[in-house]
């Protein structure tokens, strides 16, 4: 149980396209999800935390009008990078957890080459 | 000071040694802690949660210190397969919810 795919695993794009990411809870509600981003030899960093229905809490440093997430559904939540660039080219991944257990579980990780 | 500190490493190792990795934490009001594993190019995997009291799983250990604000985790009779990247968690309680906090992680290479 608690499976989390993400879609695409990964891709390249031209600098100045929007790309879209999405996460889902395959066998649970998720009623929060993050996005986290992790560059080369560095740590995860979490972007943005998502709650159901709700708009999104994004972390210090983190541009919200670029990274758009959008969590319409307790099973799907979305991470869309536009105008991106090549300073934009990272590992995104996802979790998602329940309301009744604070674990988080992972997605598979997006990764996102911009040339 | 990053809130999470981590020796990168690597630390090469033969099979069948015993290896420790430390992490210390900035943020004493932290509630939880954790070591995850990333293998390459992968998402990260929960290994063990961290408990005052200690903990072992198998051929893991994990300690915390609280007063020292010290985490570690001890591999025994290392395998081939345990080459990765450890990464030591830190949870917080913050007004958006629960955060985790990642170290960079420890990468440990097992050789024969």
């Known amino acids: 149980g608690a499976v989390v795919s993400q879609h695409p695993s990964w891709v390249i794009c031209k600098s100045g396209t929007s790309v879209k990411i999405e996460c889902r809870s395959l066998?649970?509600?998720?009623?929060?999800m993050f996005w986290y981003r992790q560059f080369p030899k560095q740590s995860l960093m979490l972007m943005a935390t998502s709650n159901e229905g709700s708009k999104a809490t994004y972390e210090q440093g983190v541009e919200k009008d670029k990274f758009l997430i959008n969590h319409a559904s307790l099973t799907l939540s979305t991470l869309t990078v536009t105008s991106a660039h090549p300073e934009d080219s990272s590992f995104y991944i996802c979790?998602?957890?329940?309301?009744?257990?604070?674990?988080?579980?992972f997605g598979p990780g997006t990764r996102l080459t911009v040339t | 000071r990053k809130e999470v500190e981590q020796d990168p490493g690597p630390f090469n190792v033969p099979e069948g040694a015993t290896v420790a990795f430390n992490c210390t934490y900035s943020n004493s009001a932290s509630q939880s802690f954790f070591w995850y594993r990333q293998d390459c190019r992968k998402e990260p995997k929960l290994l063990m949660s961290?408990?005052?009291s200690g903990n072992e799983d198998g051929r893991f250990t994990a300690q915390l210190n609280r007063a020292s604000q010290y985490i570690s985790l001890l591999i025994r009779d290392s395998k081939l397969s345990d080459s990765a990247t450890y990464l030591c968690v830190v949870k917080e309680v913050t007004g958006g919810g629960n955060k985790l906090t990642f170290g960079t992680g420890t990468q440990l290479k097992v050789e024969l």
């Open positions: 066998d649970f509600q998720a009623t929060t």
């Open positions: 979790s998602a957890s329940t309301l009744y257990s604070d674990e988080q579980y």
């Open positions: 961290v408990y005052s």
